[in-house]
């Protein structure tokens, strides 16, 4: 069964540091992935998707990400991370003709402190 | 532009009770998907639908969950009759047309306890 695993539940980070989100995809055929973020209490919202092209892929707020075919990975990266970024992030794919169905990670909670 | 819009926003009910919650999706969107989300499980696809038709309705949990879209810029999520194991937020998508691939746009979800 196709399927998507966010290998951390949560991360707690130091503002300004780096962070790395780890995410692995089950299926090597052709494949398209998503970020998504969720902020206290409200939906989902797209940071960035790999569709096809270069392999990173930057979305908003600084984010970016790094399709890996050989490791079937999308690890979502920061450089430098803000208190407003502490939110849930999750992964997603969707393969080809499967009409648009997303299947999400787990979710992992990130936790940005002072 | 609206956005997609979920109500209510919240809903507390007794187990035995029909719950119905309600989606308006982006106009133009002719996918629209709804998802349950709770801490064991995660976040759920229960069903969707493309140009108002059920496409894949097998994450609905059992017959006590049913779905319509009757038109484009409208459908419904029905439980009846609603268990205390039905408390989640349940999340409406919408995306747009030409392929598979478009991001989906989330609305705020509806919280429903059921007591």
């Known amino acids: 069964a196709q399927s998507v695993t966010q290998l951390d539940s949560q991360v707690p980070v130091f503002e300004e540091a780096p962070v790395e989100l780890r995410c692995n995809y089950s299926s090597s055929v052709s494949v398209y992935l998503f970020w998504y973020v969720q902020y206290p209490n409200q939906g989902l919202q797209l940071l960035l998707k790999?569709?096809?092209?270069?392999?990173l892929v930057k979305g908003i707020n600084g984010f970016e990400a790094e399709f890996n075919k050989s490791q079937t990975s999308f690890h979502l990266r920061k450089p430098s991370v803000h208190i407003s970024d502490t939110a849930e992030y999750f992964c997603?794919?969707?393969?080809?003709?499967?009409?648009?169905?997303?299947?999400f990670g787990q979710g992992t909670e990130l936790s940005v402190k002072p | 532009d609206a956005g997609v819009i979920q109500s209510p926003r919240h809903e507390v009910t007794e187990m035995g009770q029909e719950v119905t919650l309600r989606c308006k999706p982006i106009?133009?969107?002719?996918?629209l998907f709804w998802y349950r989300q709770t801490m064991m499980r995660g976040l759920e696809l229960l069903i969707y639908?493309?140009?108002?038709?059920?496409?894949?309705d097998s994450g609905m949990p059992e017959d006590r969950f049913s779905a319509k879209m009757p038109n484009a810029s409208f459908s419904t999520l029905k439980i009846q009759p609603s268990e205390p194991r039905d408390s989640a937020v349940y999340f409406c998508a919408s995306a747009g047309p030409t392929n598979s691939y478009n991001e989906q746009f989330f609305g705020p979800g509806t919280r429903l306890t059921v007591l």
């Open positions: 639908f493309n140009n108002n038709v059920p496409i894949d």
């Open positions: 997603a794919v969707t393969y080809y003709n499967q009409g648009g169905k997303l299947i």
């Open positions: 790999y569709l096809s092209g270069s392999t």
């Open positions: 106009s133009g969107h002719n996918s």
